[in-house]
Structures are given as C-alpha cells and as structure tokens.
C-alpha cells in the first residue's frame, strides 16, 4: 500500500523516453524495450555475416565481436547511454547485461568463454564520473551468464580524454600505449569477453584485446552496449 503510494506520487520514469512506468516494468518502459534496435550478431557469430566481427579482421585477433543494440544520434540508445554515463544509471547498466547476457546464453555462448573483463576508465574519470559503466554492465553479463568477472585486471595507465571528435587514426595513436594487465594470472590460458560501453572505431578495444592477448589470454572476444 504504502509502496503503491510513493509511486504514485513519485513513478519512476524510463530511462529512454522519461514517460512513467508501468507496475512490473523496470528502468525501460515496454514500448521502448519493443522498439529499442537490437543487433543480430550473436546469431551470425564468427562468420562473415556479422558485421562487427569483419571490423576487427586484419587488426587484433577477435574470436567473436557482439552488440546488443545499434546506437543512433538522437535515438533512444543515445538517451540510455546518456543517462548511463552522465546520470550515475549504474543499475541500467547492470540491467542491460543481465538482459543480453541472457540472450547470449540462449545461444549457448555462456560456454565459450573463461572470465569477463571490462575496459577501465582512468582513475581520473573514475574518480569523476563515480563508476565504470563498463564494469556494471560486465556485472550484469557475468550474472546471467554464471560466468567469473574480473574488474581490475587491466589498467588504463594514461588519461587520454574524450574521444569523441577524433578520426580512427587519432583515436588508434591516443590509446596505443596506455592499457596494461596488472593481473595477467587471471587471463592466462582463458578465452576473455572483453567488455566496453560503445563500439565506434575499436581503437580502444583493439588496444585493450592486444594488452590481453600479450599477457597470455588464449582467445579475445568483445560485447557492447552498442555499436556506432
């Protein structure tokens, strides 16, 4: 009763759109779960039908390259990323792992992998923003997954700053040299899903599969939130 009172007063809104929730829904309301993008990747896997996986072809070996949505300017991923990276959303992040982790164990791919390791922000941004998003969602991955989940095992050793506006080259130059694995016996001999926010260029999943696979991973995969 008294729970019913509160949310009358105070309904939890949708991470999405900001329209109220419904009883039973959770952080996304059911009309923009119903028409969130959603990616096919994980039913093409490691095949040259799963456009994400040809990105990393010819530059870091990647066993298989996921997304759960498609991020687009304006869209509604645009506004969930936006609450998750400036809003302090953790719990829609942990939300969104659990949910494609989920839909990544229907298709069997909880048994590919060893561990989960997100990629970590500075201890700069960290310190900052309050959180790693990539770490709540590799939380939430890891949990319907039943799969180890690893959260210091690599370190982003320089503060590079945003991203954003810089070309793939700029971006590759920026990340080159500032991840190291600072717990290299949690990798070795493990097939590693590598866990970030958003895929764009790949630079820094490139850098961070690269650092891994020096310190003895035996196979790299990545999943995303999204991918540009």
């Known amino acids: 009763m008294f729970e019913d009172l509160l949310s009358l007063l105070f309904p939890e809104t949708c991470y999405a759109c ?9 952080y996304i309301c059911t009309n923009c779960s119903v028409k969130l993008p959603y990616t096919d990747f994980h039913v ?44 302090g959303a953790k719990e829609l992040s942990e939300h969104l792992g659990q949910r494609y982790g989920s839909l990544l164990s ?27 998003q990539a770490e709540w969602f590799a939380k939430g991955l890891s949990k319907s997954m039943r799969l180890p989940f690893h959260g210091k095992v690599i370190l982003r050793t320089t503060h590079t700053g945003t991203q954003t506006r810089k070309s793939r080259l700029d971006r590759w130059h920026n990340v080159e040299q500032v991840f190291e694995v600072a717990k290299p016996e949690q990798v070795q001999d493990k097939h590693v899903l590598l866990v970030d926010d958003v895929l764009t260029t790949g630079a820094t999943l490139e850098a961070c599969a690269r650092a891994l696979l020096a310190a003895g991973a035996t196979e790299v995969s990545i999943a995303t939130i999204a991918a540009a």
């Open 44 to 87: 093409h896997g490691a095949t040259e039908l799963n456009p994400l996986q040809r990105r990393f072809w010819g530059k870091v070996p990647v066993r298989f390259a996921f997304s759960y949505l498609y991020f687009r300017p304006k869209g509604r991923v645009q506004r969930l990323l936006h609450q998750l990276k400036y809003k």
């Open 106 to 132: 229907d298709f069997q791919y909880n048994n590919q992998f060893d561990v989960i390791v997100p990629v970590p922000l500075h201890k700069y941004k960290l310190r900052r923003r309050g959180y790693n």
């Open 18 to 26: 900001s329209g109220s929730l419904a009883r039973g829904e959770k």
